[in-house]
């Protein structure tokens, strides 16, 4: 009995801690968002609140071509086209999607 009280608490641990590391990622998303893209789109409320969740699905979807096609011609063009927003897409895209117009959530940045 006492091991399998245990292990049930090492699963609810480890649960929790997975949690934890997948609400880090929208944290990441939410330091992207107001360091490249608060000077145009605003704060992170109304920069979020663009799209739906899907809408935003759809402009990350394969490599964030579509987002990455949404900012051409603009002076974000370069920053988008980066090596460094590859590897922030992922982190951008979290945050984006977590406070999507429909999500009924509100980022903390405000």
Not at 46 to 72: P, R, S, V
Not at 86 to 92: F, I, N
Request: charged share 20%.
């Amino acid at each position: 009995m006492k091991k399998s009280t245990s292990l049930f608490l090492a699963a609810v641990v480890a649960v929790g801690m997975m949690s934890t590391s997948a609400s880090a990622d929208i944290k990441k998303g939410q330091k992207v968002y107001l360091k490249t893209c608060k000077a145009c789109h605003g704060n992170g409320t109304k920069g979020a609140a663009m799209h739906t969740q899907a809408q935003w699905d759809a402009l990350f979807a394969n490599g964030a071509e579509n987002m990455i096609k949404a900012h051409a011609g603009t002076k974000a063009e370069a920053e988008f086209n980066s090596e460094g927003f590859k590897s922030k897409a992922q982190d951008l895209y979290d945050f984006l999607h977590e406070y999507g117009n429909d999500s009924g959530n509100v980022p903390s940045c405000g």
